[in-house]
Structure formats: structure tokens, C-alpha cells
């Protein structure tokens, strides 16, 4: 019996030697196969995406790219700040979400406008002032400041505008990804192109007294930068109608995080505790060094991401033997399709700060640790050829951030 069992012993280690050099032999070839005699054609962007230059030797088939850099979108420069987007014509896969980097100097107005889209916004630096109106007519008047949220319903007019000291950075996000900012309705744009006459009477005043008109549109321009109190901007607003009972503004930048540990936290604002917004759920991510997003999926919409900070690499499984894996730095977009199951991990020495958006009420995901811990345990063993004790040792429940224990 003792024999027996140190011959079954024995075979298994060169079983697992035999594996490990096939692995060894296979990861070896795969580098050299990688080799790029004449060197990148672009280095900086070479060293940026390691993971498309030598893929992981999962990676397979041809899967749809689901990065864009926003530094590779036009910047509309205006006096007041700036504008660039990403949207589908940029990154085809991205047709759920479209999104918009401003910047506003101290004074700085993203003119009176409205969408045809819902706008999300979350604040990357600095202060604003924004405006809305509501669907009863009622005005509302909020001060923000980084790591804050606003929703702004399809057709609700509004404004943003920068304050003191150095203005404001924000990004923007709108449920259409087709949609862009050069659709937008412009309060500047709307009264060029009606009749003066028709505009005289509409606000009883004279012609003469619309002559001062601006004659293009406005956009983003240079203005006063505001020297009122919130309070008293408020008061100004309401007037004899009132302000508006709804909140279009979330300050998540006091916000405690829905789920923290060793490895990272996140902050998860949608309709349940952001009232307004019926149009986009959010995850804020934080992940410590070592750690990762980990592995799951979305079962209600497509996954949106921005890169605010730190370095990661992600691999997206699009089923039928079909896998990619890119790298993300600070101002990248990402996009993963609806189901399809991914991690995001932190692969730089600094925290990775990022946002996943979906254009749902409601944030929704399906770890898969949890999933397979919650099965009968012979049924994830047959699937997966592991140990009783292996399996045990997943975490059983969902973890959002995980890392190496041991």
C-alpha cells in the first residue's frame, strides 16, 4: 500500500513537472513569436500597450478593440475652457454610452443649453456652478465640487460654469453613444436663427433693444466669474416661483464607500440613492496596488469606463473561444458588451482610480466567486477539476476588489 501510494506520488510530480514544462515551452515560443526585428513603429505607445504588442497567450480570435484614449479626440478651445469627446464614430463597440471632457477657467460658462440625451456628469477637479430647470418651470442652483455627481434629464435646460480658484474639469456622459456636443441646442444658437420681430414680441420688448444679440453661437465662453453666495443665487433664481423640490445634483465626494477592503473600495451611485437619475448607474473604483476589479459581468447593460488614474490591463472574454487584452492609463475610455466577463487590474505601483457607467437605472453585476461557491460543490468540481479544498478557499461571497491573501 505505502509503495503504491509513493508511485501515485511520484507520477503525479512528473505529471505536474511534465505540465509545467509544456507551459514553460509554450510561454517561451509565444515570446519569441512576439519579437518585433525592427523595433515599434511608435515606442511610447508600444510601451503603453504591452498586452496588444504580446498578448497574453489566452488572448484568441478577433475581438472588437474596446479602448479609445480621449488624447486622441480633437479639442474644441473656445476663451473659457474646452471641449473633447469620444462617442461610437470613435469606438464603434460603444453604442449604449457617449462621453464629453470639459474644462472651464474661473468664469468659464458652458452656455444655457439642453439634449436631446440625459447628461451624467462626475467632477474630476475644481468648482462649478450649475443651473436647471425643471419640468414645472421651477430653477435650480448648486455648487459643486470634485467628486460629485449631476444628472440632467433629455431636454432639461441648464448651465455650468466655473468658479474660483482655478475653475473646473468634468466629465460628462450621455445615454446615447451616437451622441454628440455639436448637437447640442444652444440658447445663443435658438435666438439667431428667429425672426427679430418674433423675438420682439415673445419678450415685449423692442427690436432695438435685441441688437446686442450675439451673432454665432457661444458654446463655452469668458465670463464674470459669479460673486454671489449660492444662497443668494438662489434667491435670485427662485423669484416669486419657488426653487425646484427635485435634486439634480449627488455630492458623493462625502460620500462612505458601499464596499471597501484590503484591496480597494466603491462607491455605487443609481436610482436608489440619486433619485433623479433614471438614466445611468455608477460604480467609483478604487483599487490598491496587487489588487483587481474581480472577475464578473453585467447582466443589464453594457459597462462604459473612464481612467482617472493609475495604470491597468484588462482581458474581455467574448465567448466562442474569443479573448482580448488591453492596457489603460489615465484618460482612457473603455467598453466591455453586455454579459461579456472581464477584471480590471491594477498593474502600477499607485492606486487605479476608474468609473464603470450603464445606462440603466440601476447598478448590476454577477461575481463570479460567488456564483461558483454557491453551486452543490461536486458540480463546480466536475466543471472545473479543482479541489474540495481549492474550491474552498474562493471567497464566498462578492468581493468587488480582491488580491493574493497569502
Excluded at 509513493?6 to 509544456?22: E, F, N
Amino acid at each position: 500500500m505505502q509503495s503504491a501510494a509513493l508511485g501515485a506520488a511520484a507520477l503525479g510530480a512528473i505529471g505536474t513537472a511534465a505540465a509545467q514544462t509544456q507551459s514553460s515551452v509554450e510561454k517561451a515560443e509565444h515570446d519569441r513569436s512576439g519579437t518585433n526585428p525592427i523595433g515599434p513603429d511608435n515606442p511610447p505607445l508600444h510601451d503603453e500597450n504591452r498586452d496588444s504588442v504580446v498578448p497574453p497567450i489566452t488572448d484568441h480570435g478577433n475581438v472588437q478593440s474596446f479602448k479609445y484614449p480621449f488624447a486622441f479626440s480633437h479639442k474644441r478651445t473656445q476663451q473659457g475652457g474646452w471641449a473633447r469627446q469620444v462617442t461610437a464614430d470613435d469606438l464603434p463597440v460603444a453604442t449604449e454610452i457617449a462621453a464629453v471632457n470639459m474644462r472651464l477657467t474661473p468664469g468659464g460658462a458652458r452656455e444655457l443649453h439642453w439634449h436631446k440625451a440625459a447628461e451624467w456628469s462626475l467632477m474630476l477637479y475644481g468648482n462649478a456652478r450649475v443651473t436647471c430647470l425643471d419640468q414645472n418651470g421651477k430653477p435650480f442652483v448648486d455648487d459643486i465640487k470634485e467628486g460629485d455627481l449631476w444628472l440632467f434629464p433629455v431636454g432639461y435646460p441648464h448651465s455650468i460654469q466655473g468658479l474660483e480658484p482655478d475653475g473646473c474639469e468634468f466629465l460628462l456622459a450621455f445615454d446615447d453613444g451616437h451622441f454628440s456636443e455639436y448637437d447640442t441646442v444652444l440658447l445663443s444658437d435658438f435666438v439667431e436663427h428667429i425672426p427679430r420681430d418674433i423675438l420682439a414680441k415673445n419678450f415685449g420688448v423692442q427690436q432695438s433693444d435685441l441688437a446686442v444679440l450675439p451673432k454665432q453661437p457661444l458654446y463655452i465662453f469668458q465670463a464674470p466669474v459669479p460673486q454671489t453666495s449660492l444662497d443668494e443665487a438662489r434667491r435670485q433664481a427662485a423669484g416669486n416661483l419657488g426653487l425646484s423640490p427635485e435634486t439634480f445634483t449627488f455630492h458623493m465626494s462625502g460620500m462612505v464607500p458601499t464596499h471597501k477592503n484590503k484591496f480597494g473600495e466603491v462607491r455605487i451611485v443609481d436610482s436608489r440613492n440619486f433619485k433623479v437619475n433614471n438614466a445611468v448607474a455608477m460604480a467609483h473604483v478604487t483599487v490598491h496596488p496587487g489588487g483587481m476589479r474581480e472577475l464578473h459581468w453585467h447582466q443589464n447593460a453594457d459597462e462604459w469606463q473612464y481612467y482617472i488614474s493609475g495604470n491597468a490591463r484588462m482581458t474581455v472574454f467574448a465567448a466562442e473561444q474569443r479573448a482580448r487584452t488591453l492596457d489603460f492609463q489615465k484618460g482612457d475610455v473603455g467598453y466591455i458588451k453586455q454579459t461579456f466577463p472581464h477584471y480590471i487590474e491594477n498593474t502600477g505601483s499607485e492606486d487605479l482610480v476608474y468609473i464603470e457607467l450603464f445606462k440603466d437605472n440601476f447598478f448590476q453585476d454577477v461575481s463570479l466567486n460567488s456564483w461558483i461557491t454557491h453551486l452543490p460543490p461536486a458540480l463546480v468540481r466536475a466543471h472545473l477539476n479543482i479541489s474540495a479544498a481549492t474550491l474552498q478557499a474562493i471567497p464566498h461571497s462578492e468581493m468587488i476588489t480582491v488580491g493574493y491573501s497569502r
